[in-house]
């Protein structure tokens, strides 16, 4: 799977758009991006996946860009709770090889009153 | 419906001893991943087991394994416990087959503490 980069920290403040970007400058044509989030001592979430299209639920966006080298996961009004640590993730598609998740350091992302 | 179910929910064990925690997939999941967080070494897959079989592992010693049964729990296992093992132990449930979209759902973690 396909490596990521993203910052260490990030803050917002309370009802703001929360913008986290990732790097994926080698992420193959199959690969989907995907992002969860952890909460302090809880177990990761998903938020959110695509493979090139923009992508929209009740969490989140994520807008790919073209290339398809980088992302960026949108909260469109963040709020305390959702303060967390975001991991971006690229992996292929699901085969029988299995459902590996492989999380870097992730951004933790401060939201401010 | 009733989400992933991992027990103990903390646990102190001694060096040298063994330890088994369990994971209750969510219903009609298959797939049950593990994955070992440390604060130096972050969110670490250790293995994943699918229909009773693991289909995948990471780079873990052999002092880790683990099984999965036919009603799709599982079980982990960490013989001769080291100081290093303290760690948050999460087990992640997900469909696991023919969907290229499958997300994990992951349980609150078993808190490990080996003195």
């Known amino acids: 799977d396909a490596k990521t980069t993203q910052p260490p920290s990030m803050d917002c403040a309370e009802g703001r758009a929360a913008n986290l970007p990732c790097n994926h400058s080698?992420?193959?044509?199959?690969?989907?991006v995907y992002w969860y989030r952890q909460i302090h001592s809880q177990g990761p979430q998903y938020i959110i996946h695509?493979?090139?299209n923009n992508e929209t639920n009740e969490m989140a966006s994520l807008i790919i860009t073209e290339d398809r080298k980088s992302s960026t996961l949108i909260l469109p009004h963040a709020t305390l709770r959702d303060t967390a640590v975001y991991y971006c993730?690229?992996?292929?598609?699901?085969?029988?090889?299995?459902?590996?998740?492989?999380f870097g350091g992730g951004t933790r992302l401060m939201v401010k009153p | 419906k009733a989400g992933v179910t991992q027990t103990p929910r903390y646990l102190i064990k001694t060096r040298g001893q063994q330890v088994t925690l369990s994971c209750s997939p969510i219903?009609?999941?298959?797939?049950v991943s593990w994955y070992q967080q440390t604060p130096g070494q972050g969110l670490q897959f250790l293995f994943e087991?699918?229909?009773?079989?693991?289909?995948n592992k990471g780079n873990f010693p052999g002092r880790f394994s683990g099984r999965q049964f036919s009603n799709s729990r599982s079980e982990m296992n960490v013989s001769t416990l080291e100081l290093g093992d303290s760690a948050l132990y999460l087990c992640?449930?997900?469909?696991?087959?023919?969907?290229?979209?499958?997300?994990?759902?992951f349980g609150q973690g078993t808190r490990l503490t080996v003195v």
């Open positions: 219903s009609g999941h298959r797939s």
């Open positions: 992640a449930s997900s469909l696991g087959q023919g969907f290229v979209n499958t997300e994990a759902f």
């Open positions: 087991y699918f229909s009773e079989t693991q289909r």
């Open positions: 993730i690229v992996r292929a598609p699901l085969n029988n090889a299995g459902n590996m998740l492989t």
């Open positions: 080698t992420i193959s044509g199959n690969e989907y």
């Open positions: 695509g493979l090139k």
